[in-house]
């Protein structure tokens, strides 16, 4: 009788069932070629939700990179958080957008529902920063704070980045303090600030940036495994962001990117291990509201 009911047992665990996608919210791109397809940077290999869930089930560092302010991306986050807890128990989530002063109340929270106690104002018990929109975080927050796994920081405190701006520290010699990797992180700190910046302020800032990267790296080792990040796209990258202080932090374990882009934008392999391409928001000239302002 085994051998006749082994097979069917495994193709019952192979074809767990996942959450619905959800619909695209953002209107740019809809008509693209590239919209919705999930692709495997080393192989090129193009791969159905589910093959991508399955391939970064296996990782103990996730790192997913996101356009702050596209809706798409956070529906995305929420949906592979959800699919990752059908294939493996998770350990933890980590946000970019939580500072450690925030840890408390996140863990106050967390009880409160998992206790079936109200928490009341949401925002307003964890002390979320306005510069990330509630509308876009709140859904995913409150699904991670009512599951067993820890919601944590990864990202420095005020008093921190102040600290940086008055003395610029300096990293150990490593795979990210490497020149090159300096060099695309300063043009990119004055790229994405209009060329406006004084050139006397870009040594804190590319400092804030490597410190940042530090302190993610460091919370992923310290995170109960397996563990997913969520940040930003640059700060995600594995040629400039977290995966370098990895590896100077001698992680072990293995670590999976997935950076989720719109549709015209290009993700190289050594950027991620996949790229997921989702509609595009509106082009905004924030260097024109700069320039206002």
Not at 51 to 70: I, P, T, W
Not at 230 to 252: K, Q, T
């Given at each position: 009788?085994r051998?006749?009911?082994l097979p069917?047992?495994?193709?019952l665990s192979?074809?767990?069932?996942?959450?619905p996608?959800?619909?695209?919210?953002?209107?740019?791109?809809?008509?693209h070629?590239?919209l919705?397809?999930?692709?495997?940077?080393r192989s090129?290999?193009?791969l159905?939700?589910?093959?991508?869930?399955?391939?970064l089930a296996k990782?103990?560092?996730?790192?997913v990179?996101e356009?702050h302010?596209?809706?798409d991306?956070?529906?995305?986050q929420l949906?592979?958080l959800?699919?990752?807890?059908?294939?493996?128990s998770?350990?933890?989530l980590?946000?970019e957008m939580?500072t450690?002063?925030?840890?408390?109340?996140v863990?106050?929270a967390?009880?409160?529902l998992?206790?079936?106690?109200?928490?009341?104002?949401l925002?307003?018990?964890?002390a979320?920063?306005?510069?990330w929109?509630?509308?876009?975080?709140?859904p995913l927050?409150?699904?991670?704070l009512?599951?067993?796994f820890?919601?944590?920081?990864?990202?420095?405190?005020?008093?921190?980045?102040?600290?940086?701006?008055r003395?610029?520290?300096?990293l150990?010699d490593?795979e990210?303090?490497r020149?090159?990797?300096?060099?695309a992180?300063?043009a990119?700190?004055?790229?994405?600030?209009?060329?406006?910046l004084?050139?006397s302020?870009?040594p804190?800032?590319l400092?804030?940036?490597?410190?940042?990267?530090r302190?993610?790296a460091?919370?992923?080792l310290?995170?109960p495994?397996?563990?997913?990040l969520?940040?930003g796209?640059?700060?995600?990258?594995?040629d400039?962001?977290?995966?370098l202080?990895?590896?100077d932090?001698?992680?072990?374990?293995?670590?999976q990117?997935?950076m989720?882009?719109?549709?015209?934008?290009?993700v190289?392999?050594?950027?991620?291990?996949?790229?997921?391409?989702t509609?595009?928001?509106?082009?905004?000239?924030?260097c024109?509201?700069m320039?206002?302002?």
């Amino acid at each position: 009788m085994r051998i006749f009911f082994l097979p069917l047992l495994l193709l019952l665990s192979a074809c767990q069932t996942l959450p619905p996608l959800p619909e695209w919210q953002s209107s740019g791109g809809r008509d693209h070629v590239d919209l919705g397809a999930i692709v495997d940077l080393r192989s090129g290999e193009r791969l159905s939700a589910a093959q991508l869930v399955r391939r970064l089930a296996k990782a103990d560092y996730v790192l997913v990179g996101e356009r702050h302010d596209n809706p798409d991306h956070h529906a995305l986050q929420l949906w592979l958080l959800q699919a990752l807890a059908e294939q493996r128990s998770q350990g933890s989530l980590l946000l970019e957008m939580l500072t450690p002063e925030q840890q408390p109340a996140v863990a106050r929270a967390q009880t409160q529902l998992r206790r079936g106690e109200p928490v009341g104002d949401l925002p307003v018990s964890l002390a979320w920063s306005p510069g990330w929109p509630w509308t876009l975080y709140g859904p995913l927050v409150s699904h991670a704070l009512a599951q067993p796994f820890p919601l944590m920081p990864a990202n420095l405190t005020r008093a921190e980045i102040g600290q940086i701006y008055r003395e610029v520290p300096r990293l150990p010699d490593g795979e990210s303090t490497r020149a090159e990797v300096a060099d695309a992180l300063r043009a990119q700190i004055i790229e994405s600030h209009c060329g406006m910046l004084p050139d006397s302020q870009v040594p804190a800032m590319l400092a804030v940036q490597q410190q940042r990267d530090r302190r993610m790296a460091a919370r992923l080792l310290a995170a109960p495994k397996p563990t997913l990040l969520i940040a930003g796209g640059f700060h995600v990258r594995r040629d400039l962001g977290a995966p370098l202080h990895l590896l100077d932090l001698g992680a072990a374990g293995n670590a999976q990117v997935l950076m989720l882009a719109e549709v015209g934008e290009r993700v190289a392999a050594q950027q991620a291990d996949f790229v997921w391409y989702t509609p595009a928001q509106p082009a905004k000239d924030y260097c024109e509201e700069m320039r206002k302002r």
